[in-house]
């Protein structure tokens, strides 16, 4: 296991490994596309401003519209590095705990695939700075792998991979979103059919 432990390391390290492993675990997967663009569109607001936060190499950026004011962020600089590479839109590097960013000023905040890295009380301060920076209707949309009922040997292979050291269960995962009643559910989609992962997307709106 050490040789496949290093294997990931440097597979997670270096940004264009990065992008192309997870361009084929999930960014060519039809479902997944077609889930995460359909909820964007019925978020969009005219002259919207999407924050995707923990983006990586910014691999789901083609996902979002062409019309949006698209920001990029996440906490590794060489990621950040990669991303603005690739985009004219905007790339910083931050923490999703803190929010450098004025109160109700966000149309769009998304998340994919970020809060299996994080503890439960991370993720709960996280829902309190997405709540202050959105702006009035605002939509939180909220994308994450979850525990399988089955442990299953290619489900439990990705999540290795993913090294989440945080994989909740579902009931965890809308335990937080519920947290402190800041936001509406819109939609909650669960997918148990992708062969790699269980996902569950949701879409919240800033009570």
């Not at 702006?135 to 525990?147: A, E, N």
């Not at 439990?156 to 995962?173: A, M, P, Q, T």
Request: glycine share 6%; with cysteine.
């Amino acid at each position: 296991m050490r040789f496949v432990d290093k294997v990931v390391d440097i597979a997670n390290s270096v940004p264009i490994i990065n992008y192309y492993v997870h361009k084929m675990l999930t960014g060519n997967k039809k479902s997944y596309k077609d889930t995460i663009e359909n909820l964007i569109s019925l978020a969009e607001m005219k002259n919207t401003t999407i924050l995707d936060i923990g983006s990586g190499t910014g691999h789901f950026g083609e996902y979002y519209p062409e019309s949006a004011n698209l920001i990029f962020s996440e906490i590794d600089f060489l990621n950040c590095k990669f991303t603005k590479s690739r985009t004219n839109s905007t790339v910083v590097i931050l923490d999703g705990t803190y929010l450098p960013f004025c109160a109700y000023s966000l149309d769009i905040i998304v998340f994919i695939n970020v809060f299996h890295h994080l503890c439960v009380d991370a993720c709960s301060v996280i829902m309190q700075e997405v709540h202050r920076v959105l702006s009035k209707g605002g939509r939180f949309i909220l994308i994450d792998i979850f525990i399988p009922r089955k442990k299953g040997l290619v489900p439990w292979f990705f999540l290795y991979v993913e090294r989440g050291k945080h994989i909740k269960r579902i009931e965890e995962l809308n335990k937080i979103v519920e947290y402190g009643k800041l936001f509406s559910k819109e939609r909650e989609i669960l997918d148990r059919e992708n062969p790699l992962h269980n996902l569950v997307y949701f879409m919240l709106s800033k009570k």
